[in-house]
């Protein structure tokens, strides 16, 4: 039976949800997670393949604006809810529907498409390069001591309901996105995911609870926790479980992490998804003692080279020629001068000779900043053509900060 690529009509959607959560093992989300999904699945960015009556896979978009070097924040449609049937694996289900949704991507004009993949070594034939880490930790906070940025003592901690906070905590969050590349800024809708709580996910820790860090009268940072009790012979063993923390100053950053420094029987700070260069780093007395392991994060790929790179800014001047490859996406290849610095860019179609040659994998894993274009050569993914060209170009697209997806999608 021949199979068919349909856009998704949201009558169908439990039953093409269902096919994606077999798809990821079977296990049912909560019903809180269910919702949240539903509503914010875009039907009519969202497709699937039907074998006859059957549901073989799925994949959808969502309409996002990122965060990217300078400051700017660019159109992207984030790839999202991907699975194929384990009866219908190596039939070509995935590629038909990468096919068609970078297609439907340039179609709507958005530069860029980024993903988060569930197995790394799926997505980089897709032109898709890990452009973003992020860091984990679990920080001994009987062993590790914190010193606090001046003016800690000064800003004033609330503890609130997270629903009541959700407000103040989305305006803070607003301010940061353009202060780092790879953030994504809030649509109506995504301000609930940070509140997921169901009590079946919790492991044995309390319900979420945040705090509000205020200085003047005006919230200035925010964190929003859980904390995990636990006791043995020898006393109190409690975890402090992070869920995101963002501030406006070091002052306030300082005052937050030292009050989950200092909750009563807790010795464990977990952190998720943090930034690489996240400034507690540089507050604790003995890193070796907070476990720091990084993981790929977000993954990004130009869908349109010239308008991509010069959506950006540079970190120094640069002016060279690139030579690109993109098998999946042809329209992409060919010979692109990028010329910028910090205050912007521009990339258009030339003839003149190349000083890089490199694929649209590699230009995604470049594109924030966060992956070193020298790194890349001295895997052999880069090559450089002009003596000269690789410094340049690798000194130009670093970013400072790293770039850091603060949340799933």
């Given at each position: 039976?021949?199979?068919e690529l349909r856009v998704l009509d949201p009558s169908h959607w439990d039953e093409w949800y269902g096919t994606l959560i077999l798809a990821f093992g079977g296990v049912q989300p909560s019903a809180e997670e269910r919702v949240l999904d539903r509503d914010l699945t875009e039907c009519?960015?969202?497709?699937?393949?039907?074998?006859?009556?059957?549901?073989?896979?799925?994949?959808?978009?969502?309409?996002?604006?990122?965060?990217?070097?300078?400051?700017?924040?660019?159109?992207a449609a984030g790839l999202t809810l991907v699975g194929v049937q384990p009866t219908h694996r190596r039939r070509g289900v995935l590629r038909t529907m990468m096919r068609r949704q970078l297609d439907d991507v340039r179609a709507a004009g958005e530069p860029l498409a980024v993903l988060t993949a569930s197995e790394p070594e799926i997505y980089g034939r897709f032109g898709f390069g890990m452009a973003a880490q992020s860091a984990s930790a679990e920080i001994d906070t009987v062993r590790v001591g914190l010193s606090v940025p001046e003016g800690a003592?000064?800003?004033?901690?609330?503890?609130?309901?997270?629903?009541?906070?959700?407000?103040?905590?989305?305006?803070?969050?607003?301010?940061?996105?353009?202060?780092?590349?790879?953030?994504?800024?809030?649509?109506?809708?995504?301000?609930?995911?940070?509140?997921?709580?169901?009590?079946?996910?919790?492991?044995?820790?309390?319900?979420?609870?945040?705090?509000?860090?205020?200085?003047?009268?005006?919230?200035?940072?925010?964190?929003?926790?859980?904390?995990?009790?636990?006791?043995?012979?020898?006393?109190?063993?409690?975890?402090?479980?992070?869920?995101?923390?963002?501030?406006?100053?070091?002052?306030?950053?300082?005052?937050?992490?030292?009050?989950?420094?200092?909750?009563?029987?807790?010795?464990?700070?977990?952190?998720?998804?943090?930034?690489?260069?996240?400034?507690?780093?540089?507050?604790?007395?003995?890193?070796?003692?907070?476990?720091?392991?990084?993981?790929?994060?977000?993954?990004?790929?130009?869908?349109?080279?010239?308008?991509?790179?010069?959506?950006?800014?540079?970190?120094?001047?640069?002016?060279?020629?690139?030579?690109?490859?993109?098998?999946?996406?042809?329209?992409?290849?060919?010979?692109?001068?990028?010329?910028?610095?910090?205050?912007?860019?521009?990339?258009?179609?030339?003839?003149?000779?190349?000083?890089?040659?490199?694929?649209?994998?590699?230009?995604?894993?470049?594109?924030?900043?966060?992956?070193?274009?020298?790194?890349?050569?001295?895997?052999?993914?880069?090559?450089?053509?002009?003596?000269?060209?690789?410094?340049?170009?690798?000194?130009?697209?670093?970013?400072?900060?790293?770039?850091?997806?603060?949340?799933?999608?």
């Open positions: 039976m021949t199979m009519d960015r969202s497709i699937g393949v039907w074998d006859g009556d059957v549901i073989a896979g799925t994949a959808g978009l969502f309409s996002f604006r990122l965060s990217v070097p300078g400051g700017a924040v660019v159109p003592d000064e800003v004033a901690l609330r503890a609130v309901a997270p629903e009541a906070g959700l407000e103040a905590c989305e305006a803070v969050y607003a301010q940061r996105v353009t202060a780092r590349p790879g953030m994504l800024e809030r649509r109506p809708g995504w301000e609930r995911q940070p509140l997921l709580d169901a009590p079946d996910d919790r492991g044995g820790a309390s319900p979420l609870r945040c705090v509000l860090a205020e200085r003047d009268g005006a919230v200035t940072g925010y964190v929003r926790f859980a904390v995990r009790p636990d006791w043995d012979l020898a006393g109190s063993k409690g975890v402090v479980i992070v869920r995101d923390l963002e501030a406006l100053d070091p002052a306030s950053y300082g005052a937050l992490w030292r009050f989950l420094f200092d909750l009563d029987l807790t010795c464990t700070i977990r952190t998720g998804s943090r930034p690489v260069d996240d400034p507690w780093q540089y507050l604790v007395s003995d890193i070796r003692r907070c476990k720091v392991r990084l993981r790929d994060a977000l993954y990004v790929r130009p869908v349109d080279v010239g308008a991509a790179l010069a959506a950006r800014a540079y970190a120094l001047p640069v002016d060279l020629v690139l030579e690109v490859t993109d098998p999946f996406c042809p329209w992409n290849e060919g010979r692109w001068r990028l010329a910028g610095d910090a205050k912007g860019g521009s990339c258009e179609r030339t003839t003149d000779a190349p000083g890089l040659r490199l694929g649209a994998r590699e230009l995604g894993a470049a594109y924030l900043g966060g992956i070193s274009l020298s790194a890349l050569a001295g895997a052999g993914r880069v090559q450089e053509l002009r003596q000269g060209a690789l410094a340049e170009a690798s000194a130009a697209f670093l970013s400072d900060p790293a770039p850091w997806l603060p949340h799933s999608f």
